[in-house]
């Protein structure tokens, strides 16, 4: 199973986790990004609108990295994944 981990400022939104917690990890199955994140999002419902916008895709302040690389496909998410892969989650800075 892929190891899914939330940075501090996403997963405190989890319902039960303290703000201070630090980061959130989940192994979850699935053969790519989508099917990995559809599994978490069943167990971890509230994380899913602080992820994915109302068309399913990554909010654009949301940062996807499978195994260290950042993903090109934030729309459909169908890069595949390995039962070792490590997917990390976290808002992205922007500003100017």
Do not use: C
Not at 58 to 69: E, P, Q, S, T, Y
């Amino acid at each position: 199973m892929a190891t899914v981990t939330a940075a501090p400022a996403l997963s405190r939104w989890i319902n039960d986790r303290p703000a201070q917690a630090g980061p959130a990890t989940w192994t979850v199955e699935g053969q790519t990004v989508r099917e990995v994140l559809d599994r978490l999002f069943e167990q971890q419902q509230q994380l899913r609108g602080y992820v994915l916008d109302e068309q399913g895709q990554v909010r654009h302040h949301v940062a996807v990295f499978v195994d260290g690389i950042a993903i090109d496909d934030k729309r459909s998410l169908a890069t595949p994944v390995t039962p070792q892969s490590e997917i990390y989650l976290f808002q992205a800075l922007s500003g100017g």
